[in-house]
């Protein structure tokens, strides 16, 4: 019987925080002490775990040499300044922040490139990738092999909750003052989001690609291990609170064979395929609150056999953030933790 570790979760009162310290519960980890960490403003909120409301602290003030494992679910700035604390105390770091490099931090998603890990040593430092990585990973890994990918092109329609509680209370406000005839005063984004699409998700560079973007095409390509494939990626802000939906277009050197393609997914760790004619998985009455990735709409292209075209959905706090970082500390602790 694995020995119970004491762990640290950096965060602990954000949306994906929460949801983390949820499935440490759900799953059984072996936990020892939980220490629940937050920004000044946040430490002394109550957070549920086993039936008891655990603080949290201010993480400046943690001594790291506490714990052995770390989860870091806030933003790049505090992995940035924490987690060379928490290396230096000889703890595993599980980074969710997309601050560290490749080089020190491997991108790892457990249905896609689990052979990651057994090239590191403990105490390990490793990144659990953005959630739209997680769900095309899931998907693309076991269609890797039976289709010989030249270009994928993705639209991500992104829930609001993956910026966390002030941007659903802020789909939750304009929604509510639309609704009853109210002036709309946009804060948290710079326009109208309620029953709106956004054309771009955060920040761009000089060449006009999100900052998202960028960090989708890099860690795809490094979970796929295909550095050179094509990637083409647009993200979209929807008025959704929980649950990213893709549109996948996948271009191969030779016709898709499409019942191999449905077997293989039908078959795949992580994926609910969805055939009955006439209906696809949605994020509201399917994905949120699951641990899998719903594919449905599976077709070749209309002049092209070459093409095979995908319809994603998937609860990006759950499925896409907190459920792989446990997962991948699962599969940790059997060998580096």
């Given at each position: 019987?694995?020995?119970?570790?004491?762990?640290?979760?950096?965060?602990?009162?954000?949306?994906?925080?929460?949801?983390?310290?949820?499935?440490?519960?759900?799953?059984?980890?072996?936990?020892?002490?939980?220490?629940?960490?937050?920004?000044?403003?946040?430490?002394?909120?109550?957070?549920?775990?086993?039936?008891?409301?655990?603080?949290?602290?201010?993480?400046?003030?943690?001594?790291?040499?506490?714990?052995?494992?770390?989860?870091?679910?806030?933003?790049?700035?505090?992995?940035?300044?924490?987690?060379?604390?928490?290396?230096?105390?000889?703890?595993?770091?599980?980074?969710?922040?997309?601050?560290?490099?490749?080089?020190?931090?491997?991108?790892?998603?457990?249905?896609?490139?689990?052979?990651?890990?057994?090239?590191?040593?403990?105490?390990?430092?490793?990144?659990?990738?953005?959630?739209?990585?997680?769900?095309?990973?899931?998907?693309?890994?076991?269609?890797?092999?039976?289709?010989?990918?030249?270009?994928?092109?993705?639209?991500?329609?992104?829930?609001?909750?993956?910026?966390?509680?002030?941007?659903?209370?802020?789909?939750?406000?304009?929604?509510?003052?639309?609704?009853?005839?109210?002036?709309?005063?946009p804060r948290f984004f710079d326009r109208q989001i309620?029953?709106?699409?956004?054309?771009?998700?955060?920040?761009?560079?000089?060449?006009?690609?999100?900052?998202?973007?960028?960090?989708?095409?890099?860690?795809?390509?490094?979970?796929?291990?295909?550095?050179?494939?094509?990637?083409?990626?647009?993200?979209?802000?929807?008025?959704?609170?929980?649950?990213?939906?893709?549109?996948?277009?996948?271009?191969?050197?030779?016709?898709?064979?499409?019942?191999?393609?449905?077997?293989?997914?039908?078959?795949?760790?992580?994926?609910?395929?969805?055939?009955?004619?006439?209906?696809?998985?949605?994020?509201?009455?399917?994905a949120v609150g699951q641990d899998v990735v719903y594919?449905?709409?599976?077709?070749?292209?209309?002049?092209?056999?070459?093409?095979?075209?995908?319809?994603?959905?998937?609860?990006?706090?759950?499925?896409?953030?907190?459920?792989?970082?446990?997962?991948?500390?699962?599969?940790?602790?059997?060998?580096?933790?």
């Open positions: 019987m694995t020995q119970p570790i004491d762990i640290a979760v950096i965060g602990a009162t954000g949306t994906v925080g929460e949801t983390l310290v949820q499935i440490l519960e759900e799953r059984d980890f072996p936990v020892g002490t939980l220490y629940l960490l937050a920004s000044n403003e946040s430490a002394g909120s109550a957070v549920s775990f086993r039936g008891k409301n655990l603080r949290t602290r201010e993480v400046d003030e943690f001594d790291f040499t506490k714990v052995r494992l770390a989860f870091f679910a806030a933003g790049p700035a505090v992995t940035l300044s924490f987690a060379p604390r928490a290396q230096a105390a000889g703890c595993t770091v599980i980074d969710l922040s997309g601050a560290l490099p490749a080089e020190q931090a491997p991108a790892v998603v457990p249905e896609a490139n689990p052979q990651v890990l057994d090239t590191l040593k403990a105490p390990a430092t490793l990144h659990s990738p953005s959630a739209a990585a997680v769900a095309l990973a899931v998907v693309l890994a076991p269609l890797k092999h039976l289709v010989d990918l030249q270009r994928v092109t993705v639209t991500a329609c992104l829930a609001v909750s993956a910026q966390g509680r002030e941007a659903v209370s802020e789909l939750a406000r304009q929604t509510a003052e639309l609704l009853n005839a109210r002036p709309l005063e309620a029953f709106n699409l956004l054309a771009q998700v955060g920040p761009s560079d000089e060449q006009g690609h999100g900052v998202l973007e960028r960090r989708l095409v890099r860690e795809l390509r490094e979970l796929l291990d295909l550095p050179l494939l094509k990637i083409s990626v647009t993200c979209v802000q929807v008025p959704v609170f929980f649950g990213d939906s893709y549109t996948v277009s996948l271009n191969a050197s030779e016709a898709v064979d499409l019942a191999a393609v449905n077997q293989a997914l039908d078959t795949a760790p992580g994926v609910e395929l969805v055939q009955d004619e006439g209906d696809f998985p949605t994020p509201v009455g399917d594919v449905g709409r599976v077709r070749g292209g209309i002049d092209e056999p070459q093409q095979l075209d995908l319809w994603l959905t998937t609860d990006n706090v759950r499925k896409g953030a907190a459920l792989n970082a446990v997962q991948l500390a699962e599969l940790l602790i059997k060998d580096l933790v």
